[in-house]
């Protein structure tokens, strides 16, 4: 059995920049899809009854609704027109570059992380680059929930360079390609899949933050960013088994996402517990920060925040009712939306949770004027 170190200030990554977020922007496929309309549409065109049980199951979530990039007319089907991964990707960074006053060409580096890309090769982030007709440097991060926290660990570094130019991270997912509604009838973990899951795509454009007022400018102060797991030697909790070199095709001829409920159900408030004491490390006072935005697994976030951490819901940010589950896209996503509603001088903690190897990471935002 291998000794684990309980001290998580040893075992993270701790960001050391301050860095300005000049924009954001966020793109949702389509209007949105009522719970009650996306499992009517089950029954009626795959003629699998799951009304009773998937009302139960989004109502356990608090899930009411969520934009989807495909038309649920086929069993295997991609996404709509225009719907597609780096279509919504595009999308937002053209958002987020308007809100900064920038043009793609003022863009130094494009980062993009997604579970869900159009392709396995070429890189998700590549056909986001031809949509934007971005003729510069990118890369893409292959994860879900948490390449939020692993793109910020390159883009602090990028940032640090002499005359850094501005560096974009996008985070989109268009999951709901990945699930076979035939499989509704025999697999209950699918229809929790079905009424959690939400596609997306959110965007931010980051720049070396200026100490000297007259030279200030952007939205908003990043810093204090971390990132580290706790899934060394732990089965994955999420995943999605077929289509990689291992096993490249699936035996039921749609890839879909395998998910240990029992398992994250497990592991998940350690995943939290984790990034407090991340935050704590980063000199973050958790009384102090006016939001708290936790990864958007779900709509009740707050009450499971304040039942498992002990933090009071009015504090906890929550859109998963609104937008479901976005994965890669989620905590930007939640961030982009909610900043409306913040004060200048306002602090905001993120804390992102990854259930495919359990990883955890987050930031501390400051809203500006």
């Given amino acids: 059995m291998q000794k684990k170190n309980d001290d998580i200030s040893s075992r993270i990554w ?9 924009g954001m922007g966020f793109t949702l496929p389509g209007a949105p899809v009522s719970t009650k309309e996306l499992l009517a549409k089950m029954t009626r065109v795959f003629d699998v009854d799951v009304e009773r049980r998937g009302q139960i199951f989004a109502e356990k979530l608090n899930v009411r609704q969520r934009h989807i990039c495909r038309d649920f007319v086929y069993r295997i089907e ?30 130094g580096y494009l980062i993009g992380h997604t579970a869900t890309p159009a392709m396995p090769i070429p890189s998700n982030t590549s056909l986001v680059a031809d949509a934007l007709d971005y003729d510069g440097p990118h890369m893409e991060l292959r994860q879900a929930c948490t390449g939020f926290a692993n793109a910020l660990v390159v883009a602090e570094g990028l940032l640090a360079a002499e005359n850094a130019q501005p560096v974009v991270i996008v985070g989109s997912e268009t999951g709901s390609t990945f699930f076979d509604p035939a499989r509704l009838a025999d697999d209950t973990g699918q229809i929790v899949n079905l009424v959690q899951m939400g596609d997306g ?23 204090r960013a971390f990132y580290g797991q706790i899934g060394n030697q732990r ?29 994250v159900r497990t592991n998940g408030p350690e995943l939290f517990v984790a990034g407090l004491k991340a935050a704590a490390a980063q000199q973050i006072d958790i009384e102090a920060v006016d939001y708290i935005l936790p990864h958007q697994a779900n709509g009740l976030m707050d009450v499971l ?25 989620a905590i930007w996503l939640a961030l982009a939306m909610n900043r409306s509603a913040m004060k200048p001088g306002e602090k905001l903690l993120a804390l992102g949770a990854e259930a495919t190897k359990y990883m955890f990471g987050g930031f501390l935002y400051q809203h500006g004027s």
């Fill in 235 to 263: 089965e994955p909790g999420f995943s999605l088994c077929h289509g990689g070199s291992d096993c490249p095709s699936s035996p039921e001829g749609v890839l879909e996402f395998s998910h240990a409920f029992a398992d």
């Fill in 14 to 22: 701790r960001g050391r920049s301050e860095i300005s977020v000049l």
């Fill in 201 to 223: 795509a959110a965007a931010v454009v980051l720049a070396p933050h200026k100490k000297s007022e007259s030279e200030r400018h952007g939205t908003g102060v990043l810093s």
């Fill in 78 to 107: 991609g996404p709509k027109k225009g719907f597609r991964n780096p279509d919504l990707a595009a999308s937002a960074v053209r958002k987020a570059l308007d809100e900064a006053g920038l043009d793609v060409s003022d863009i």
């Fill in 305 to 329: 925040m304040e039942q498992h951490m002990g933090i009071d819901r009015k504090r906890v940010v929550v859109n998963a009712d609104k937008v479901g589950n976005t994965g890669s896209a």
